[in-house]
DNA sequence: CTGCTTGAGCGTTCTTTGAGGGAT
DNA sequence: GATCCCTCTTTGAACGCTCAAGCA
């Protein structure tokens, strides 16, 4: 009885009375019901949802083949049963949104869901639910919701519908992202890349206020100075100024307080914390305030550019954050609940020579005996408070800073978050991936790695059983992982150039928040973990931006195609770039340093900013080309390095063989440069290539496309199976520039078609032209000049291609005299076409006017009631015509409601008016009162009444 | 958990050179 | 009878890319 359709009604025009009705037990579905054949939606629901328990009462356990073998009835009973399991779903779901407005109604006042989230997934199921076959619906168990129980009713009524994780993941069906979706997604993707680099800008320009560079200069200690007066800047040299840096700002948990980001800035630095962004900015102040030529460097943390990445991540992860672009942690106004947990546990083990450690010795002293850093903390809440102290315990690597004890602590407390602990378990993830091993020193025994390896699993395990525990209770079927992503992620640092470095200089990375320097290699291991796609590391200077993703990424082609069109986006950066090179070469200290270090007085200040970026751009371009091979065959599909010769496809061929930079799982690995595209005689053709005498082909493949059948039999006939079902393959190296006969003695010489492809310049034969004018042929027809016509491509026309020509071609010696004869035909032609159109106006007036006077005539013959309507019709194309004469601006409506005349007499325009209201004026036409423009061949007849019409007399 | 293989879905690219019937 | 002009059935198959599932 019911169909799809019934359903897909229902679920648009009435999800929120079936929610209310499922929830309050009143009578809002009736309406709907009504509109059914027989019985309300509410009994149709409840036998289903009484089918349906019967099934999986009588067949748990078969879920799978529930669908196939249906006990209850027919496919169509299946149908139903599974339409109203949709019903239901929205059911359950706007039991959630309602419950957020009225909480006794659920009676899960802990339940948190986002209204927001919950409205997408509604969006998503019902656009999906449009799209989903039959065998699509999903079986859930369907528990009483115990919430209703008072009611009777609510027994069937409010239903819950219990998601089998298991059955749905497996029976998902896979729905694909449209081109609509793809190119929202990138639309959205740009336009949030856009304004996220606007907001890097506007905390760039902060950077730059005098007054908190001024006031953070206030706050330092007369040792810190010193960095200010080193001729060749290194990273450790910035070991002081970093730590007093890191004692003195603390990232806090952000409130949204609605500030503009300058004040914003001061309040942060007034209370000496404040948002990661603020404290990354305050640091890229100090440095700037200490003369030191420095950059604002932040992870442009953007929407996705395929569609289903996010809807994934918000199905999966943060709901927070998964609202799109807005849950970024960019946010305009930052985002509650950010923990100022940090890479410091990361530093703590890193040992790497190049990586200056900021001991966590002077940090516990400066603990201890600093209380003012303290007392600015006293306004903190215990979290905060809790986690600095964590953070600070695992920089000093001691032994009881172990996640675990975290764990413990936290435990003391009550239950910890599932998020954090997920984004514990990644900072340990990513901390012994980055730096196994390095802490030995430190923990100086295989006790504690043994303890880390047990506290690695202890958290996981324990945020496995927190899920257990809040799956079996069921209250959400959506993650509680909330906040559990980017949290105390590195999105802002700062670089700073340091000249003493690398001999040629270097930007340096320096996290003062986090008390790291020179950690750039760190980036990308601690924004995986924190789950962020570090796609775009753009640094800023001077109102401008320069992408230094290349600095922090070291597997490029990961990245590679979540990043939007280079083209695109190196013409956004184009205008910023300049700006970021002018800012970060001129300063004073800057130029002098480079004197120095060059040794060379002659340079100048541009040329030095040009080298600093050139150097910078090569050094990138140097990590571009000496990217490791990647271990993973996938990679190599599109690696714009690198290639292998199994992921080729059927037109490519590795040629040279060699070098060979190594090898992956046996495969020999090849420079991407060695990849040669292969094609068809004809299709060099095209370029204007030949291939060269006695090559033969380097690839032959088979062609797999039908041939027609008169081809068949052809072929059949002559045995020429082999032959004409394949490709012969030819490459660049064998070919040599097309070389086409000379047109000789006035012929063009043409191909096997009488034609010549003139697919571009190139293809045109020596000696000869391309006229591509219309019409051209007839001419060099009428003058026996030899031409051919010229095919410029095919076109698809009722369902085949057919060719386009585009004029002829012809030898040159001809051009100028079949130019002349077309010019000569053409204004023949136009001639003509001009004369032609006057003799179609004129006959055209000639019937327009005869049919008036014929008219006229009937009518006064034969005028009564009946011809009012002809008449009024003529009138009317007379009073436009007139109006049009006149010029009057007015708009139609007005003209056929109340025509204006020539004369502007009032009375004579009231009586026109009324005759024409009443249709019993019969204009007369006076021949004293008749005028003729010579000029114009134009007599204007006129009525006593005051209407004219003009008549063009020939 | 990661990587590989395989299969499927979807979008893009390539293909490619009339015939018949009515009017003039 | 020759020629011109208009309309008809407005492709569809292969390939490449991407993703998900299954497996090791």
Redesign the pocket.
């Known amino acids: 009885m019911r169909t799809r359709h019934n359903s897909k009604t229902q679920n648009a025009s009435s999800g929120n009375e079936n929610a209310m009705r499922a929830v309050t037990g009143s009578e809002g579905g009736s309406r709907v019901g009504s509109r059914k054949e027989s019985g309300t939606l509410a009994e149709t629901s409840r036998e289903a949802v009484g089918k349906l328990l019967r099934r999986r009462a009588n067949a748990r356990g078969s879920k799978g083949s529930e669908k196939k073998d249906n006990p209850v009835g027919t496919a169509k009973s299946g149908t139903k049963v599974h339409e109203n399991q949709v019903l239901d779903k929205r059911v359950t779901w706007n039991d959630v949104d309602a419950g957020a407005c009225s909480k006794d109604a659920i009676g899960n006042s802990s339940m948190e869901v986002d209204e927001e989230r919950i409205e997408r997934l509604q969006d998503n199921f019902l656009d999906k639910s449009e799209e989903m076959d039959d065998s699509d619906w999903e079986d859930g168990s369907i528990p009483v919701n115990h919430s209703t129980e008072n009611d009777p009713e609510s027994h069937i009524k409010g239903v819950t519908i219990e998601f089998d994780a298991e059955d749905s993941?497996?029976r998902?069906p896979?729905?694909?992202a449209?081109?609509e979706e793809k190119e929202l997604a990138e639309l959205v993707h740009k336009v949030h890349l856009l304004c996220v680099l606007a907001r890097s800008r506007i905390i760039d320009g902060a950077c730059d206020d005098p007054l908190i560079q001024a006031s953070l200069l206030s706050l330092l200690p007369a040792y810190v100075f010193k960095v200010s007066e080193v001729s060749k800047l290194t990273a450790r040299a910035l070991s002081p100024i970093v730590s007093w840096f890191h004692d003195n700002f603390h990232v806090r948990n952000s409130d949204s307080t609605g500030r503009s980001f300058p004040s914003a800035l001061a309040y942060a630095l007034e209370n000496r914390e404040g948002t990661a962004e603020e404290i990354a900015a305050l640091s890229v102040a100090l440095f700037r305030a200490l003369k030191l030529t420095t950059r604002f460097v932040s992870i442009l943390d953007v929407s996705s550019l395929?569609p289903?990445?996010d809807k994934?991540e918000s199905s999966s992860l943060d709901g927070g954050r998964s609202g799109g672009i807005f849950g970024s942690p960019t946010l305009m106004v930052t985002r509650p609940k950010e923990v100022a947990l940090s890479l410091d546990k990361l530093i703590s083990c890193d040992k790497k020579e190049n990586v200056c450690e900021i001991s966590s010795r002077g940090l516990s002293k400066c603990k201890n005996s600093s209380p003012t850093s303290y007392n600015t903390q006293s306004k903190k809440s215990a979290i905060p408070d809790e986690l600095n102290d964590r953070a600070s315990d695992s920089l000093s690597c001691d032994a009881h800073c172990d996640t675990s004890e975290a764990c413990h602590s936290k435990e003391s407390q009550g239950l910890k978050r599932k998020g954090d602990l997920e984004f514990e378990t990644q900072l340990q993830m990513a901390l012994s991936a980055t730096a196994a091993g390095n802490c030995k020193s430190n923990l100086g025994s295989d006790e504690k790695n043994l303890n880390s390896d047990e506290n690695v699993s202890s958290p996981f395990k324990r945020m496995k059983k927190i899920e257990n525990i809040e799956s079996s209770t069921s209250h959400e079927g959506i993650s509680t992982a909330v906040g559990s992503r980017k949290v105390g992620s590195p999105l802002y640092w700062a670089e700073v150039y340091c000249s003493g470095e690398n001999f040629t200089g270097k930007w340096v990375h320096v996290d003062a928040a986090n008390a790291i320097i020179d950690g750039e290699q760190k980036v990308e291991a601690a924004a995986s973990a924190c789950k962020i796609a570090l796609r775009y590391v753009v640094a800023f200077a001077g109102h401008g931006a320069k992408d230094v993703t290349r600095r922090y990424c070291m597997k490029w082609h990961k990245i590679a195609?979540k990043r939007v069109n280079p083209a695109w986006w190196d013409a956004v950066l184009a205008p910023l770039r300049g700006l970021e090179s002018g800012a970060t070469g001129g300063t004073m200290h800057m130029e002098k340093n480079h004197g120095n270090s060059a040794g060379n007085s002659g340079h100048n200040v541009e040329s030095s900013v040009a080298a600093r970026s050139s150097l910078e751009d090569m050094e990138m371009e140097t990590r571009a080309l000496t990217e490791p091979l990647p271990?993973?065959?996938?990679a190599y599909?599109?690696h714009q390095l690198y290639a292998i010769e199994r992921w080729l496809?059927?037109?490519q061929i590795i040629h040279p063989k060699g070098p060979v930079l190594g090898f992956c799982?046996g495969h020999p690995v090849y420079p991407r440069t060695c990849v040669q595209t292969l094609k068809t005689k004809e299709r060099w053709l095209r370029e204007a290539l030949q291939v060269k005498v006695n090559e033969l082909p380097v690839k032959v493949i088979k062609n797999?496309?039908?041939l027609k059948k008169g081809q068949v039999y052809e072929a059949e006939d002559h045995d020429e199976v082999d032959s004409k079902g394949n490709i012969e393959l030819y490459g660049k190296w064998q070919l040599e520039p097309l070389c086409l006969p000379h047109a000789v003695n006035g012929i063009v010489p043409k191909n096997e078609?009488g034609?010549v492809?003139m697919w571009s310049e190139k293809c045109l034969p020596p000696g000869t032209v391309h006229l591509g004018l219309p019409r051209i042929f007839s001419v060099a027809k009428r003058l026996e000049i030899d031409y051919a016509p010229a095919?410029v491509g095919?076109e698809?026309?009722?369902?085949?291609?057919?060719?386009v020509f585009d004029g002829i071609v012809v030898c040159s010696e001809f051009k100028d005299i079949i130019l002349e004869g077309y010019a000569e035909e053409e204004e023949k032609r136009v001639a003509a076409e001009k004369k032609r159109k006057e003799a179609q106006a004129i006959s055209r007036w000639f019937q327009l006017l005869s049919s008036i006077v014929t008219r006229q005539r009937l009518n006064n013959c034969y005028g009564d009631g009946s011809s009012s309507q002809t008449s009024r019709a003529i009138q009317n194309i007379k009073n436009n015509e007139s109006n049009l004469r006149v010029g009057d601006s007015q708009d139609d409506k007005q003209s056929q409601e109340c025509p204006k005349v020539d004369t502007r007499d009032a009375k004579l325009d009231a009586a026109l008016v009324a005759a024409t209201a009443e249709h019993e004026h019969e204009h007369v036409y006076l021949i004293e009162d008749q005028s003729f423009d010579e000029e114009n061949s134009v007599r204007t007849k006129r009525c006593h009444c005051g209407f004219t019409i003009q008549v063009e007399e020939f």
């Open positions: 993941a497996r998902k896979v729905r694909r449209t081109a395929k289903e990445a994934n195609s271990t993973n065959q996938q599909r599109n496809n059927k037109y799982s797999s496309t039908k078609r034609q492809d095919m095919f698809f026309r009722n369902g085949r291609s057919t060719p």
